[in-house]
């Protein structure tokens, strides 16, 4: 059964900095509170409070945090471990940054069972085997025996939320669980989290900055701003009368993907980008055709100036046709050419104004940051190497691409570690904007950002294709930021490109199948639409039998 949550006065710093300001909330057993705000707002903050952690540099001063019949805050370090991972048990934002790389997956999902000694290990493999297939992992039997680099994002994150639930916890903190997930497979874990919840009776508190998941999942919801309680009220209630200001921003904000782009891209003759039959994939390479397969006979035109989407979901190839592009990845087959000449397959055979030219957007800012390194020093870098500046001269530049992805100056002297997973996504995004590139390759540049941040950034794609007629290739799960930014879609599954779409066609039917697919397993904002698209799916089987 679930546990009642009881938090009261909680009061979170940093140094003499507050960032969580007399916090108070009640989470009743089996119910969902939902964490809301921007970036940097203290949602995962306290969201953390609850297992009595708090991040390095910062520190638990007052209030208290009651789960069921303990008194979380006044236990002993010894006491925090035995409750974290097995009554309490956390799903973090980026998977990535969080398995072991050296670790096989299944180790690893089935550790929190083994460690709190609730199933022998055998038991324990066939508790997790089962909840892959819940999860809807592919290879549920097998996928077990691969390393975090051999999965997708995607399937990444639903494995941690199987490590999450092995252990049967009474309260689960959901922290963005579905950021990184494409539409059709957000469906299908939401459903899961909903059931594991509902049959269990679990306690959670979902923190999330996509309010039309939150409608979904959340019985209520807490709007967070500064650190401060904006307004708290039923999920119902807040989508249909907010009281607040900052609220009705954010439902605002929430929309504004579904409109159309204002920019319109002029074809030149030449295309800036050409992809030709491209395939790639992991593994031996023999007669054009790998091991493991992951594009096949991809062909893709860009033109100066233009944004085409990629769409599809995890595991379609996505990632790995932007990192064939970047050079990060050889390709098995096929040719890639850039302003009218072979781009070199590697890093290593391109030339500096090569590199310059194409830049990447990581989808995982976590591991795409020095942690090390002060965001000053991640920007001046690029800076320095492509342009030549002197240090002067890259100072006044730092500031002035903080100002432009809507980051305050005064994190230009900061540490990466600091900072919230939007503000690093948005230094992410900076460090390839200061190259000054012809290209730039998006990976979910958005997925990480909250409503307001996430629209500011797309709002500043279209700025930066009129008056830099950047050209962008812009690759995500989320359909309205693809709508929002992209002149075309291109529609991807299982490595192969299935339709492309033009703007002017988005609104018209039919379309590809798998297209029409995916677009209904976009989250309306709304209660009850989880409901309606599950009742067209049968629902996934995966019980398990000690």
């Known amino acids: 059964m679930g546990a009642r949550i009881e938090v009261e006065n909680l009061r979170i710093v940093a140094g003499d900095v507050g960032l969580v300001h007399d916090i108070s909330f009640t989470v009743e057993p089996g119910q969902v509170l939902a964490l809301i705000g921007e970036s940097g707002s203290g949602k995962t903050t306290i969201a953390l409070a609850l297992m009595g952690y708090a991040r390095r540099g910062c520190r638990i001063?007052?209030?208290?945090?009651?789960?069921?019949?303990?008194?979380?805050?006044?236990?002993?370090?010894?006491?925090?471990?035995?409750?974290?991972?097995?009554?309490?048990?956390?799903?973090?934002?980026?998977?990535?940054?969080?398995?072991?790389?050296?670790?096989?997956?299944?180790?690893q999902v089935v550790e929190p069972a083994l460690l709190h000694g609730v199933l022998e290990r055998a038991a324990a493999e066939r508790k997790a085997i089962a909840l892959f297939r819940e999860l809807a992992l592919p290879d549920a039997e097998t996928i077990g025996q691969r390393y975090p680099h051999e999965v997708s994002g995607g399937q990444l994150q639903r494995l941690m939320a199987a490590m999450a639930l092995i252990a049967d916890p009474d309260v689960v903190i959901f922290d963005e669980p579905t950021t990184a997930l494409d539409v059709t497979t957000q469906v299908e874990v939401l459903a899961a989290f909903r059931r594991a919840m509902r049959e269990r009776g679990v306690s959670a508190i979902y923190v999330s900055h996509d309010l039309a998941v939150v409608a979904q999942m959340a019985d209520s919801i807490l709007v967070l701003r500064h650190g401060r309680m904006r307004e708290c009220a039923s999920t119902v209630q807040i989508l249909a009368s907010p009281a607040d200001d900052y609220t009705r921003s954010l439902l605002a904000a929430s929309r504004i993907g579904e409109r159309a782009p204002d920019v319109s891209a002029q074809p030149s003759a030449m295309p800036l980008l050409e992809v030709t039959a491209l395939s790639a994939g992991y593994g031996r390479v023999r007669d054009g055709k790998c091991e493991h397969p992951v594009l096949e006979d991809v062909e893709i035109q860009l033109y100066a100036g233009q944004a085409i989407g990629v769409i599809g979901e995890s595991g379609s190839g996505k990632s790995t046709l932007a990192r064939c592009i970047a050079g990060l990845i050889a390709p098995a087959a096929g040719t890639i050419r850039f302003g009218g000449h072979p781009l070199p397959a590697t890093l290593a055979q391109r030339?500096?104004?090569?590199?310059?030219?194409?830049?990447?957007?990581?989808?995982?800012?976590?591991?795409?940051?020095?942690?090390?390194?002060?965001?000053?020093?991640?920007?001046?870098?690029?800076?320095?190497?492509?342009?030549?500046?002197?240090?002067n001269a890259r100072r006044r530049r730092v500031a002035e691409l903080l100002d432009l992805v809507k980051l305050p100056a005064t994190l230009a002297e900061r540490s990466c570690v600091g900072l919230s997973g939007g503000q690093k996504q948005r230094v992410n995004l900076a460090r390839a904007l200061a190259a000054q590139p012809d290209l730039i390759l998006c990976d979910e540049v958005t997925s990480a950002l909250d409503p307001v941040v996430a629209a500011a950034i797309l709002d500043l794609i279209c700025e930066l294709r009129r008056e830099v007629k950047a050209s962008y290739l812009f690759i995500s799960h989320d359909m309205h930021s693809v709508r929002a930014v992209c002149d075309a879609i291109v529609v991807m599954r299982y490595g192969r490109k299935l339709a492309q779409i033009a703007r002017e066609d988005y609104a018209r039917g039919p379309h590809h199948p798998y297209y029409e697919q995916l677009a209904r397993s976009v989250p309306e904002l709304r209660t009850g639409w989880l409901d309606e698209v599950l009742a067209a799916r049968p629902a996934p089987t995966g019980v398990f039998v000690p």
């Open 61 to 107: 001063a007052s209030g208290r945090v009651r789960v069921g019949e303990v008194d979380v805050l006044t236990l002993a370090e010894s006491g925090k471990r035995a409750l974290r991972g097995r009554k309490i048990a956390y799903i973090a934002q980026s998977a990535a940054a969080s398995f072991n790389p050296s670790r096989r997956l299944l180790d």
């Open 351 to 391: 030339d500096r104004e090569t590199l310059r030219r194409v830049q990447i957007v990581f989808q995982h800012a976590d591991t795409a940051l020095n942690p090390a390194h002060t965001v000053a020093k991640i920007l001046e870098r690029p800076l320095a190497f492509f342009h030549d500046m002197d240090a």
